[in-house]
């Protein structure tokens, strides 16, 4: 089973939309971390937001807050009024204690391609 | 204020020769992760290193795939016999602790190409 799902393989969206990117998980650890990323057209993995499974309160980071909703296991990513720069891949990604202590590294998504039109 | 270096930015190398990519870490970081990255995928991880030892490798995909951190900082991705479905972004990551709520940042990839 796949453990983060992200079933949007691209959308389009107005500029200065607010756009919601979906991200569904599959864990059974109760400690676990989230994370979305930002990866443009140049390559490069830029890290947004992160939200701990214990969190009780939306991660927020300027115009990006995480939907974090643990019964349904899902953690979708907001970007409020979009910008053409938000342009890129974003991906979900989860991180899972390790057997031998501390945290494994990050399980990604297949990701979703974001469009901003003007 | 250096991020994670990666060397080189782009490999071409042909079918069953020897290639090695480098990445250099954010100073201070303990734990390191490398990834591929295929087009239109997400990272894969493949290994992850706390300290100088290799904590979890088992997402090397087969043993032509080797990877090290000698003195804990630079680490060294070894491809034996390389194939052409080796040709992919490799993708290497810091992060501060081994700790859930410590992010990954990553390097900006060295692309391989095998011929």
């Known amino acids: 089973a796949q453990k983060i799902t992200q079933t949007q393989p691209g959308m389009f969206v107005q500029e200065k939309e607010a756009v919601t990117l979906d991200c569904t998980y599959d864990?059974?650890?109760?400690?676990?971390?989230l994370f979305w990323y930002k990866q443009p057209s140049s390559g490069e993995m830029i890290f947004l937001i992160y939200q701990g499974s214990y969190d009780e309160q939306n991660a927020t980071e300027g115009r990006y807050s995480l939907n974090f909703q643990k019964a349904r296991k899902s953690a979708n990513l907001v970007i409020s009024a979009s910008q053409l720069g938000d342009s890129a891949m974003y991906f979900c990604a989860m991180r899972e204690p390790y057997s031998g202590g501390g945290a494994d590294g990050l399980t990604f998504g297949k990701g979703t391609h974001l469009i901003i039109q003007p | 204020g250096a991020g994670v270096s990666q060397t080189p930015s782009n490999k071409v190398t042909e079918k069953g020769k020897y290639v090695e990519l480098r990445c250099d870490p954010i100073?201070?970081?303990?734990?390191l992760y490398w990834y591929r990255q295929s087009l239109g995928q997400g990272p894969e991880f493949l290994i992850y290193?706390?300290?100088?030892?290799?904590?979890?490798d088992s997402g090397l995909p087969n043993d032509r795939f080797f990877a090290v951190r000698p003195e804990g900082s630079v680490s060294t991705l070894k491809i034996q016999r390389t194939e052409r479905g080796d040709s992919a972004v490799y993708l290497c990551?810091?992060?501060?602790?081994?700790?859930?709520?410590?992010?990954?940042?990553f390097g900006n990839g060295t692309r391989l190409t095998v011929t």
């Open positions: 290193f706390q300290g100088t030892g290799a904590a979890d």
């Open positions: 990551a810091s992060s501060q602790t081994g700790g859930i709520n410590s992010p990954l940042h």
């Open positions: 864990t059974s650890d109760q400690s676990y971390g």
């Open positions: 100073s201070g970081h303990t734990a």
